[in-house]
């Protein structure tokens, strides 16, 4: 398959602790996207991290990219209830679509 | 600006009809792309558009149909509508194709 695939499937915390999910893929990228889904509706941008970049940082989510290994991490940190979505990473290779994985369906319980 | 929008956001038809889906992009995007959205398959790419040209388009039978116009607005048509059509059908706009894509809420489709 070509998609990236995200583990774990699903994730359960607590509020105020720190979720990471996993993304890896098999062909090189030009760069990586890391979306946001609430149920049922469409899909937000969180962040972008370019092939030559190693970790980036907006607000509590923090990125990191290792393309040696074909992987990459999404952290955010002292999550909320609201964080409850699932969360996609979309592999961008320049001349092809974005494509995305399966997703991770995380739940922050209060 | 005005976000990507979708219309319509519900739609329940039955097997053998055919549906048109449009999606209005944000102002000054050229690409769109069309994604479907289901429990079991994920998010799947059905076509990018670019300047009313069809770029890429996504391993979907020919009843999977779209268009892009000279301002960009874009339609999806599927004709003859099996059960297994019954999905989220997602637009997302991007200025360029590498950009981050801005996607709309979706249109829900159910066939009976």
């Known amino acids: 398959s070509q998609q990236g695939e995200e583990d774990p499937q699903a994730l359960s915390i607590q509020e105020g602790e720190n979720a990471t999910m996993n993304c890896s893929y098999k062909t090189s990228i030009n760069n990586l996207q890391w979306y946001r889904q609430n149920s049922g509706r469409g899909l937000v941008h969180l962040i972008l991290?370019?092939?030559?970049?190693r970790e980036k940082h907006s607000g509590r989510l923090r990125v990191t990219l290792d393309t040696s290994k074909k992987s990459s991490s999404l952290l955010i940190t002292a999550s909320r209830a609201a964080d409850t979505a699932s969360y996609f990473c979309?592999?961008?290779?320049?001349?092809?679509?974005?494509?995305f994985g399966k997703g991770t369906r995380l739940s922050v319980i209060a | 600006k005005a976000g990507v929008t979708q219309t319509p956001r519900y739609l329940i038809k039955t097997r053998g009809q055919q549906v048109t889906l449009s999606c209005s992009p944000i102002?000054?995007?050229?690409?769109v792309s069309w994604y479907q959205q289901t429990p079991g398959q994920g998010l799947q790419f059905l076509f990018e558009y670019f300047s009313e040209t069809q770029r890429n388009k996504g391993n979907f039978p020919g009843r999977f149909s779209g268009r892009q116009f000279s301002n960009s607005r874009s339609e999806m048509n599927v004709s003859t509508l099996e059960l297994g059509d019954s999905a989220l059908y997602l637009c997302?706009?991007?200025?360029?194709?590498?950009?981050?894509?801005?996607f709309g809420p979706g249109t829900r489709l159910t066939v009976l």
């Open positions: 979309a592999r961008n290779s320049g001349n092809t679509p974005l494509v």
């Open positions: 997302a706009s991007s200025p360029e194709r590498t950009d981050t894509q801005y």
């Open positions: 991290i370019r092939s030559n970049e």
């Open positions: 102002s000054g995007h050229r690409s």
